[in-house]
């Protein structure tokens, strides 16, 4: 039978599940779960089309609205697409540090884009929209990525039942960097049959480990600038389940652009810095006995077309 979708926003999900082979050592099989590899059917992509569908729905965008977001990049191009498949104004505010790449692909979808001082990294971003939504509540619709509870649902509806269909059910630890959190808290409930009463990892959770909460938020460290473009905004979003925690591992620059590099060179796939962040974390643990014969998943939510211009690429030369 033919599948015909009314607009190109209707065309999200199923998303590959693919294994790694080389990039990461030790006993546990490795599973990323490749979000950013058809067209945009990024992790944000499914965000950015459930919280319009949302709004849609509840009356919020009609003739004479118009969205505004803050986004670092990659939720922007998600809404930006969706809402010129739906013929709906959108203006996001953005972090100016944030690649040309994502900045041009924004234009080219329509959206009118104001940039926002990089030092106040995304809490200067969310400010910017906030103000702007204020100052005309009739024209602009905020969608609050980082509060709407159409950002996790989503992944509960979507993305968690794929990978525990793809995996059969059988997923030991779910690695996921965080943005919004909406992925992350989204996906834990991975059983389609059962969703509430399933737990994944065996009975062995253990809750976030003292510190965990600040490491999150950036409060143990001081919160400042760093290259992992699309997470770690400093503070703690909403969207975020911190109850689904076991334990949160840091990552540095220089770790996530490694493997961000390795996952092009050794596994075939061009990811984003944060996917080389999600991998530096599975290949970290994959290493540790306590993980041998396990089956772990990995959120790889972005596509290294999105980086030529960043630090990502700038040691190679065309």
């Not at 099989?29 to 729905?57: H, N």
């Not at 030092?119 to 103000?131: C, D, L, R, S």
């Not at 905004?233 to 389940?241: N, R, V, Y």
Request: glycine share 12%.
């Amino acid at each position: 039978m033919a599948t015909i979708f009314t607009d190109n926003s209707l065309s999200i999900g199923r998303t590959p599940l693919v294994r790694l082979n080389r990039i990461t050592p030790g006993g546990a099989t490795v599973l990323a779960k490749i979000e950013g590899a058809i067209r945009l059917i990024r992790s944000s992509g499914r965000i950015g089309a459930a919280m319009i569908w949302d709004a849609e729905k509840r009356g919020l965008l009609g003739p004479g609205k118009e969205i505004v977001e803050p986004t670092s990049g990659n939720t922007g191009i998600a809404l930006a697409f969706v809402a010129a498949a739906r013929g709906i104004p959108i203006t996001l505010t953005m972090p100016e540090t944030m690649s040309l790449e994502r900045r041009k692909v924004l234009k080219a979808f329509g959206a009118n884009l104001v940039l926002t001082p990089g030092a106040k990294g995304m809490t200067g971003a969310v400010n910017e929209a906030e103000q702007m939504a204020a100052a005309d509540p009739g024209r602009y619709v905020l969608l609050h990525q980082f509060k709407n509870p159409a950002n996790p649902a989503i992944h509960e509806q979507t993305t968690g039942p794929e990978i525990w269909e793809d995996t059969a059910g059988q997923v030991d630890v779910l690695i996921s960097g965080v943005g919004t959190g909406g992925t992350l808290t989204g996906i834990f409930p991975l059983s389609q049959e059962d969703p509430r009463q399933t737990d994944p990892f065996g009975g062995r959770r253990t809750g976030p480990q003292p510190g965990d909460h600040q490491r999150l938020a950036g409060e143990a460290l001081q919160p400042g600038p760093h290259k992992i473009q699309g997470i770690g905004a400093g503070f703690i979003p909403e969207t975020l389940d911190l109850s689904l925690v076991d334990r949160v591992e840091q990552v540095t620059n220089d770790e996530a652009i490694d493997f961000a590099r390795r996952l092009a060179k050794e596994e075939g796939l061009l990811s984003g810095i944060s996917c080389g962040a999600a991998v530096a974390v599975a290949a970290r643990l994959a290493a540790q006995p306590e993980f041998a014969g396990k089956t772990i998943v990995v959120i790889l939510p972005d596509s290294g077309e999105r980086y030529l211009t960043s630090v990502l690429f700038e040691d190679i030369v065309a």
